[in-house]
């Protein structure tokens, strides 16, 4: 793994409302160092530390292959300590009219830290995914693999973010222009593509990403592993599978590497070994990869 500075299928259905009525001011964080990016053999990642070293937060941006959806992890000690595996957050971006409201979001320790796990994406909310109530799961999968689309002019005018934890105070990250950290990130991801043997420049432009059976969507959710089930062990599995012009899987890749066995065996052997392929600019099938994360919760 190697770092360097930048210049300065859990499914949920939620939208942007009005600014949460009767809340405090948030508590601000001021960032103390650089963004530092992150390269690994499956991951890229934007890196901060805001506040101070006694009391702060750090801010970690993953992607796994996505240009324009990440994960998001919050760790320090403005998050709150939880005895479950999962709750809800908010998010607000700088542009946004108000809180994008009870976003899923997985809960627990990273390192001695409490630390908050979500997806989110420097887009509108329009364009962001969050307005998937009604839609069968089919078309939930059908409108993910529809074309990336980056907003310039979001990622321009973004400078901050606000979380909404339950029951403590707002907490709001001044992270700065990120114009030039996403495009840093994005080289990274670029080259993430060429290690995976394909051709960024195919990936910028295509049409649609593989879609994956339904059948085996379906199987992943009752794949639970037994034993991971009866001792109460829950997980978040990234995987990446290389589909080529046909439609033909030809490899599982559980992008995660801290990941259980029983778990990254349940994932690989659940997902079909036929996809829709994903198609160019002009419709062609061309090679890519389908790329998804499955949560495993004990409710």
Not at 251 to 278: I, Y
Request: hydrophobic share 40%; charged share 25%.
């Amino acid at each position: 793994m190697r770092s360097r500075l930048v210049a300065s299928f859990a499914l949920a259905a939620s939208f942007a409302l009005p600014q949460m009525a009767g809340a405090k001011e948030p508590i601000v964080l001021e960032p103390d160092r650089p963004w530092t990016l992150d390269y690994a053999e499956e991951r890229c990642s934007l890196i901060r530390h805001f506040g101070n070293e006694k009391k702060g937060l750090q801010l970690q941006i993953d992607s796994y292959g996505s240009r324009a959806k990440f994960r998001f992890l919050v760790t320090g000690n403005y998050v709150p300590s939880s005895n479950k595996p999962a709750g809800l957050i908010s998010v607000k971006f700088t542009p946004d009219d108000g809180f994008r409201k009870n976003q899923d979001a997985l809960l627990g320790k990273a390192r001695k830290w409490n630390a908050v796990s979500f997806g989110a994406a420097f887009l509108p909310v329009e364009d962001a995914g969050l307005d998937d109530e009604g839609l069968s799961q089919k078309e939930i999968f059908q409108r993910a693999a529809e074309a990336e689309s980056i907003r310039q002019e979001f990622e321009q005018a973004t400078d901050s973010m606000t979380l909404h934890f339950e029951r403590l105070q707002d907490v709001h990250l001044k992270m700065g222009k990120m114009t030039k950290p996403l495009a840093a990130l994005r080289e990274c991801i670029d080259n993430l593509y060429v290690s995976w043997g394909l051709d960024p420049a195919k990936l910028h432009t295509q049409s649609r990403a593989p879609i994956p059976d339904m059948k085996s969507v379906l199987q992943i959710l009752s794949s639970y592993p037994v034993s991971m089930r009866y001792s109460g062990t829950s997980a978040f599995i990234s995987v990446r599978i290389m589909v080529d012009e046909h439609g033909n899987a030809t490899s599982c890749v559980v992008q995660n590497n801290n990941a259980d066995k029983p778990f990254r065996d349940a994932v690989c052997n659940s997902l079909a070994s036929r996809f829709e392929p994903a198609l160019d600019a002009d419709g062609n099938p061309i090679a890519s990869f389908y790329q998804t994360n499955v949560i495993y919760r004990i409710n």
